[in-house]
């Protein structure tokens, strides 16, 4: 019987696709549908033999582009399809089987992302039509943040914007830290306490003790904490009224910058992209090496914070297209924590790149374990669908 989940993340103007088999070793089909509902729409991905292909799909709606995926995946069927959820703010802290009461609760939460949640129920409702009888999961990145304590997720502000408007702390890129520190736990023999940091175009940082997040950088939106590929991270709480009394910029202006143009494309003044920064430093451009050391040295800073949440600090994790990728920054974010006693086998951590797992420490028993380990948030959402059907079953 088949039972790959289909993986969905629907975005306002794109569809990524993941066809996971249940078997690791069986290939997985993948792709994405990019400027969907404009007139020069596509798809591209793989197919089962690692063949890529890319498709020109003008003016398709999510549905159009779905039918087209669903044209690519060889003729299997899927048993269920799982969705990734931006939002779901206090509601969710787990997977959920969607049904009417999960649609509304879902769009109940879209006011904290505006952006996304919609899209995303937009994927729900597209799948919905093409496949009525497969059981849609839905995944969210806040659930495993929400085993924050208060202490961690409340914000110094009036408690009546809390009460009255969800307004608090909830953190993203949950499955891909509950992945990697779970992998971490499983590579290591231990229920440990990781420092994991997520370092791709979003950035983000948590602390993980015995499998349950009790801390992390981003915030009420993925705008806040470390610094990103176009977005600022933490900036000074008074910089909003500042542009808008002394530029007189507009809060759509303000949200455009800090989201858009800031990071470190807004660093450099040249690129969001991590690869042609360090090519640049290394040709000497002043902007590329000043971003890749505000980058380094704020992602240290919010682990070494991090780190008052773990009674025990048994390792980091790096992961996601930077943190798998860059020794370089590997190198220069362990350079700026030089208290917490951590060696780097710098051939280890030149070696493991290009989707390797390693450890790339020194291997001294007493001094904490620093993990490579690539994410997978496709499995992730796989595994917990499947995990949540065959309890709805049980
Ligand atoms: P992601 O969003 O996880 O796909 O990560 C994208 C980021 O990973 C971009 O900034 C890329 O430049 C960066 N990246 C990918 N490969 C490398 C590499 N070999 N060296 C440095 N950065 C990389």
Aim: charged share 20%.
């Amino acid at each position: 019987m088949e039972s790959s989940v289909l993986v969905i993340n629907c975005g306002s103007s794109s569809i990524k696709y993941a066809l996971v088999p249940a078997a690791a070793d069986q290939p997985r089909l993948a792709g994405a549908a990019e400027r969907v509902g404009s007139s020069d729409a596509y798809l591209k991905g793989s197919d089962s033999h690692g063949e890529r292909f890319e498709k020109a799909l003008p003016g398709a709606d999510h549905t159009r582009a779905l039918e087209a995926i669903l044209a690519h995946l060889e003729g299997r069927r899927p048993a269920a399809i799982g969705h990734r959820i931006v939002h779901g703010g206090e509601h969710f802290t787990k997977a959920a089987l969607i049904d009417d009461a999960v649609k509304a609760a879902i769009e109940t939460t879209a006011a904290l992302a505006p952006l996304h949640n919609p899209a995303n129920l937009e994927g729900v409702a597209a799948t919905g039509k093409l496949f009525p009888d497969l059981p849609q999961v839905a995944v969210f990145d806040t659930a495993f943040h929400q085993s924050l304590p208060p202490r961690a997720f409340r914000y110094a502000l009036p408690e009546a914007l809390y009460r009255d408007h969800a307004i608090r702390r909830y953190g993203f890129h949950g499955t891909s830290h509950a992945y990697v520190s779970e992998r971490a736990d499983a590579l290591s023999g231990i229920q440990g306490g990781w420092l994991t940091a997520h370092l791709g175009n979003g950035c983000s940082t948590c602390a993980v003790w015995e499998g349950h997040s009790l801390d992390t950088s981003m915030g009420l939106t993925p705008l806040e904490g470390v610094v990103m590929g176009t977005r600022s991270g933490d900036v000074d709480p008074g910089l909003h009224a500042h542009l808008s009394r002394q530029l007189g910029w507009s809060l759509e202006r303000i949200d455009d910058v800090l989201n858009r143009g800031s990071g470190l494309l807004g660093l450099s003044g040249l690129t969001n992209d991590m690869r042609e920064l360090e090519n640049a430093a290394g040709e000497g451009h002043e902007g590329a090496r000043l971003a890749i050391d505000v980058f380094c040295y704020r992602i240290a800073k919010s682990l070494a914070a991090l780190s008052c949440a773990l009674p025990r600090l048994d390792g980091i994790v790096f992961t996601g297209g930077i943190g798998e990728n860059s020794p370089l920054v590997r190198e220069k974010v362990i350079a700026n924590l030089p208290h917490f006693g951590l060696g780097l086998d710098r051939i280890a951590n030149a070696e493991t790149v290009r989707g390797r797992e390693g450890r790339i420490d020194g291997g001294h028993p007493a001094a904490p374990r620093l993990w490579v380990i690539p994410t997978d948030e496709e499995g992730r959402i796989a595994a917990e669908t499947r995990q949540l059907l065959e309890e709805i079953t049980a």
